[in-house]
């Protein structure tokens, strides 16, 4: 496997190749992520992760300098699922420039649930992934389902600037007790590790509500809330959306049940599909 840190390297490197298949991540990575490296695998001529905190799609308050940087045992963890390349650019290296050229996801589906609660944060994500593919000449990119919407965005994105790359989704990733995989589970006390778990079953309950045929959708998703808090979590929303574009439910929809919420001081994600 070979490690490059300028983008002159990164494409002396792929200058060989026609297919690359990329895994962006921003590193400190666990199982969820080597899984979709191996999924990649097939899906081209070569298989490259990049690694990067991105302060894009951090707001002031957030944890970009905190955030975990773990570059050599990530290494070890891509070497080990089958990685060919990593492209672990510095700051100075992605943004030699102020990055004032941004892209803007269209508010309806970014400022909703997870854009709501972090304004600004999908404008980052998409500006960093537009430059990453770019970077790589990727043809086809994996993201994870736990980031259920940021999926939904990063497709709607390559489709409207008709880029040649498909997006593919990679299944959540759980601990046995159900945790959806996430590299700020590292944040929780061991305390705090063992409620985690509830978040998933909160999801579960109203997901099996919903598949027998419940459809007082408000009143669903207020429990849910309600149980959370009682917990001991401070949760952001739960929410039952129609899949197709995260919009209010209807009856007869194809549904995704998403929550976000903060035991202590880490705030975790989760979604199921029902």
Not at 91 to 96: C, M, N, T
Not at 196 to 224: K, P
Request: hydrophobic share 45%.
């Amino acid at each position: 496997m070979k490690l490059v840190h300028t983008l002159k390297d990164l494409r002396q490197h792929l200058d060989a190749y026609r297919h690359p298949a990329v895994v962006p991540t921003m590193g400190n990575l666990h199982a969820g992520h080597l899984a979709l490296v191996r999924q990649a695998k097939p899906l081209g001529d070569i298989t490259v992760a990049t690694i990067f905190v991105n302060r894009l799609q951090f707001a002031p308050h957030e944890d970009f300098d905190t955030y975990p940087r773990t570059l050599e045992a990530d290494c070890a963890q891509l070497e080990a699922a089958g990685c060919d390349l990593v492209f672990a650019p510095g700051e100075a290296d992605l943004y030699p420039q102020p990055q004032t050229f941004r892209v803007q996801a269209p508010a309806a589906l970014a400022d909703i649930l997870e854009g709501h609660f972090r304004p600004g944060f999908f404008g980052g994500v998409c500006t960093v992934v537009m430059k990453l593919l770019s970077c790589t000449q990727a043809r086809t990119a994996l993201f994870g389902k736990k980031d259920y919407q940021q999926l939904m965005v990063l497709r709607n994105m390559v489709q409207q600037f008709a880029m040649p790359v498909e997006i593919v989704g990679g299944e959540t990733q759980r601990a046995a007790d159900g945790l959806a995989l996430s590299s700020r589970n590292g944040y929780l006390s061991a305390t705090e590790r063992a409620q985690a778990v509830q978040l998933s079953q909160t999801l579960r309950s109203l997901a099996e509500a919903l598949r027998t045929g419940a459809n007082h959708y408000a009143e669903l998703e207020s429990q849910a809330m309600q149980s959370l808090t009682e917990k001991g979590w401070k949760p952001d929303y739960v929410v039952a959306r129609r899949r197709a574009d995260l919009q209010p439910a209807q009856p007869g929809d194809a549904l995704v049940v998403l929550a976000a919420a903060r035991l202590g001081t880490t705030r975790l994600i989760d979604n199921l599909e029902v």
